[in-house]
C-alpha cells in the first residue's frame, strides 16, 4: 500500500503564503496521481490541484492563478505553493496518492487563513 504524510500546514495572514508536502512511501512506483483537496468546516472535500505521472496538471478553476502543484520524483513528494492566500481558503488540506485505482489518504494538515 502506499502511506501518504502531508506537513506545512498553519496560520497565515492574508496575502500571504505557504507551501504544504505530501510525501509517499510504500509502493510508490506504481502510482499515477497524486492530489491535493481541501475540506472547510461544513463543507464538502474539493478538489485543489492534481498531478499525474506523466506531469499533467489540473486545478480547481478558482484557484489555478494562486496554487501550484510541483513534484519531486527524488523525494517521492509533491507540494502546493500556495499564494495570495484569503481567508475562504482556510481549511483541512488533504493529500492522496492514486494506485491500482485505489485512492490513498493522509490525514490532512490544518492551513487557517486569519488576521
Known amino acids: 500500500q502506499v502511506h501518504v504524510v502531508e506537513s506545512g500546514g498553519g496560520l497565515v495572514q492574508p496575502g500571504g503564503s505557504l507551501r504544504l508536502s505530501c510525501a509517499a512511501s510504500g509502493s510508490i512506483f506504481s502510482i499515477n496521481a497524486m492530489g491535493w483537496y481541501r475540506q472547510a468546516p461544513g463543507k464538502q472535500r474539493e478538489l485543489v490541484a492534481v498531478?499525474?505521472?506523466?506531469?499533467?496538471?489540473n486545478y480547481a478553476d478558482s484557484l489555478k492563478g494562486r496554487f501550484t502543484i510541483s513534484r519531486d520524483s527524488a523525494k517521492n513528494t509533491v507540494y502546493l505553493q500556495m499564494n495570495s492566500l484569503k481567508p475562504e481558503d482556510t481549511a483541512v488540506y488533504y493529500c492522496?496518492?492514486?494506485?491500482?485505482?485505489?485512492?490513498?489518504w493522509g490525514q490532512g494538515t490544518q492551513v487557517t487563513v486569519s488576521a
Open positions: 492522496n496518492a492514486r494506485r491500482a485505482s485505489l485512492l490513498y
Open positions: 498531478i499525474t505521472s506523466g506531469g499533467s496538471t
